[in-house]
């Protein structure tokens, strides 16, 4: 049998039969039955709104992949600035093209001294790190000539590596104009990861421990693309309307502000910080199921499994903790996990821990202040934002125009105010 879907149209009688291709069917069907016909499709729950070849996402069974590689195996052998590359050309590089790769991206980490002078110092003091990175992500194309020479292959490459390389310049200068701390210049000595985490705590004396930096690292090429939620959506949509890719990327990182998307793992701290004790979880678990609570960090959009970033990230973070000494809150987190998973309520209801659920645990670890968390989040998802952002335009993807299901009023005449 033929992977087809059959549509009739009970209005007309009017049948369609299309091809189901990797169980998805081309809304030209809908068309050719009514061409004012649409489907309603509230947030694109059921909507593949495009095509692409950078990220497989099986929630079902719990599989991510980059390009096809599977993330575990990322994760083990890669490093970030490895998996950036694959991410936005298609392939992992050889020798020779990872050292060019890491020698431009580690070469273009400077950000223009008007950037910092003038634009950071006119934030107010305690402005919130991320809303400082969205607006310097923006600000920061408006330095470059060829920022919205879109059409050129080699221009978009261009922008891509300095706002890969950029991005945890921008994040460590808001940290510590946030916090009134002097700005640490990029250290090209240091790898992406490395070089971060020195410009973020670089006080005196300072030198960043390996396991730190490979956790860091981990955490990077966990984050660094999600196949499509909403901060990706937000720019492919901005990058169909051929804006610049800064001005691109600020829209995506601003979708991320949102904490319904970048701020799990902050949740995730607070509601074991309220817990407060592991005597406490049973009592927590109870007053979840009874609708007095949320349970973050468990259940996802997607996956209908366990996260495969979830069951990495708890590694990494026992690696990180041998240095860092233990989270007084990860106890309480292995006994809640350890309740939930054994629970019909969870179980049944298919809620395992996701990566927001130990990564907050490690960023505390670390010493990260939870404001940063969603920035954390931003500086390797940039990688994937552009890497979708390219795919696009490659493809010549028409600008993004979804059709609504009106529910106003019928038409009405105008009334003077005098008689209303």
């Keep these: 049998m033929p992977d087809t879907i059959t549509i009739t149209d009970d209005r007309t009688g009017k049948t369609v039969t299309v091809p189901i291709e990797g169980g998805v069917f081309p809304s030209s069907a809908l068309r050719e039955l009514d061409p004012s016909l649409y489907m309603y499709d509230p947030a694109y729950l059921s909507t593949a709104a ?6 497989y996402l099986d929630g079902t ?17 890669s490093t970030y600035l490895e998996v950036a590359y694959l991410l936005v050309n298609g392939e992992l590089p050889n020798a020779e093209q990872l050292a060019g790769w890491t020698n431009d991206v580690t070469h273009h980490t400077f950000i223009h001294e008007n950037m910092r002078k003038r634009f950071v110092d006119g934030f107010h003091y305690d402005a919130h790190p ?15 000539d060829g920022a919205k020479d879109i059409e050129d292959p080699a221009a978009r490459k261009h922008q891509t590596l300095r706002l890969i390389a950029k ?26 990861a490395a070089n971060f985490l020195n410009m973020m705590w670089k006080i005196g004396d300072y030198e960043v421990d390996p396991a730190l930096e490979r956790a860091m690292d981990i955490l990077f090429i966990l984050h660094a693309d999600h196949e499509q939620n909403c901060g990706t ?47 406490n979880v ?68 298919k809620l395992y821990p996701n990566v927001d659920f130990y990564s907050g645990l490690i960023y505390q670890a670390l010493k990260f202040p939870v404001e940063m968390f969603t920035v954390l989040f931003a500086i390797p998802r940039m990688s994937g934002w552009l890497a979708h952002w390219d795919e696009l335009l490659e493809e010549g993807q028409k600008i993004s125009r979804p059709r609504q299901w009106y529910t106003g009023s019928d038409e009405r005449d105008y009334v003077p105010i005098a008689n209303r």
Excluded: W
């Design 50 to 55: 495009t095509q692409s070849q950078i990220t």
């Design 167 to 192: 991005s945890p310049t921008i994040a460590a200068m808001c940290y510590r104009f946030s916090v009134g701390l002097p700005f640490n210049q990029p250290d090209n000595d240091l790898s992406y």
């Design 61 to 77: 069974n719990g599989v991510l992949r980059y390009r096809g590689y599977p993330i575990e195996q990322l994760a083990e052998h």
């Design 233 to 279: 959506t937000a720019m492919r949509v901005i990058g169909s309307s051929h804006a610049d890719p800064y001005s691109s990327a600020a829209g995506a990182a601003s979708a991320l502000y949102g904490p319904r998307h970048g701020g799990a793992n902050e949740a995730v701290i607070r509601m074991l910080s309220e817990i407060g004790s592991i005597e």
């Design 282 to 349: 049973p009592a927590f678990v109870e007053s979840v199921k009874k609708g007095e609570g949320r349970l973050m960090g468990f259940g996802h959009r997607v996956y209908k499994n366990y996260d495969p970033r979830a069951t990495i990230i708890k590694k990494a973070a026992y690696d990180v903790f041998e240095v860092t000494g233990k989270s007084p809150l990860l106890d309480i987190a292995l006994k809640l996990e350890e309740t939930a998973l054994e629970d019909p309520y969870f179980v049944d209801r």
């Design 130 to 144: 991320m809303g400082m990175f969205v607006s310097a992500v923006a600000a920061l194309g408006t330095f470059y």
